[in-house]
């Protein structure tokens, strides 16, 4: 069964808009990590929040996380065409419990 | 340096026949993975292993053998293909075996099982 769940599945958007993503969980976590994949390619790491952090920011990413709700946001400000991928949370339970386990996806179309 | 090389990019494979695929990276990683992406399932955990020697069953381990013999090669083995093993394959590895540091991903393994 998927630890993460994202949503929404998919996102269209504008050039120059900001996209945000959201990914709920099951379980107590070590940390949530956000991974990117364009089309026919490998993932690609983008941040990684740890259980005991509320948000960081890395360029034009900012990600939030909120342990209580279970869930964590990804927002990607001034969308590019680019941007264009499909966005994947990750979980990584504490020790004993430490597979990254992946959500479905969120695939993102920025419309140029 | 190259980080994570799968082979081969993609097979068509007959049903019943053995198949490895193969995974190195050369990034000194303890901990590496094995990961099956389905439309709309995302990607789950096949095998992995936290350090050379040790290795654990994931999500889906039905059909999938691996080994770990050194740090920079972890092979997945189908002993007898099935067509509902027809995926994406990506290998993946991470510095530490508690996955407090960042994945990373090899390009992927296409099989088609006919």
């Known amino acids: 069964s998927q630890q993460g769940e994202e949503d929404p599945q998919a996102l269209s958007i504008q050039e120059g808009e900001n996209a945000t993503m959201n990914c709920s969980y099951k379980t107590s976590i070590n940390n949530l990590q956000w991974y990117r994949q364009n089309s026919g390619r490998g993932l690609v790491h983008l941040i990684l929040i740890r259980s005991n952090e509320r948000e960081k920011h890395s360029g034009r990413l900012r990600v939030t996380l909120d342990t209580s709700k279970k869930s964590s946001s990804l927002l990607i400000t001034a969308s590019r065409a680019a941007d264009t991928a499909s966005y994947f949370c990750?979980?990584?339970?504490?020790?004993?419990?430490?597979?990254?386990?992946f959500g479905t996806g969120t695939r993102l179309t920025i419309i140029p | 340096i190259a980080g994570i090389t799968q082979a081969p990019t993609s097979q068509i494979l007959a049903a019943g026949r053995r198949m490895t695929l193969r995974c190195t990276q050369d990034m000194r990683h303890n901990a590496m993975y094995w990961y099956r992406q389905d439309l709309g399932l995302g990607l789950r955990l096949i095998h992995y292993s936290n350090t050379a020697g040790t290795t654990g069953k994931g999500e889906v381990p039905d059909g999938y053998s691996v080994s770990r013999a050194n740090t920079d090669d972890f092979p997945l083995t189908l002993a007898s293909a099935v067509p509902s093993q027809t995926s994406v394959y990506f290998c993946?590895?991470?510095?530490?075996?508690?996955?407090?540091?960042?994945?990373?991903f090899g390009q992927g393994t296409r099989l088609t099982v006919v």
């Open positions: 993946a590895s991470s510095a530490t075996g508690s996955m407090n540091t960042e994945a990373f």
């Open positions: 990750a979980t990584a339970g504490d020790f004993g419990n430490e597979k990254l386990t």
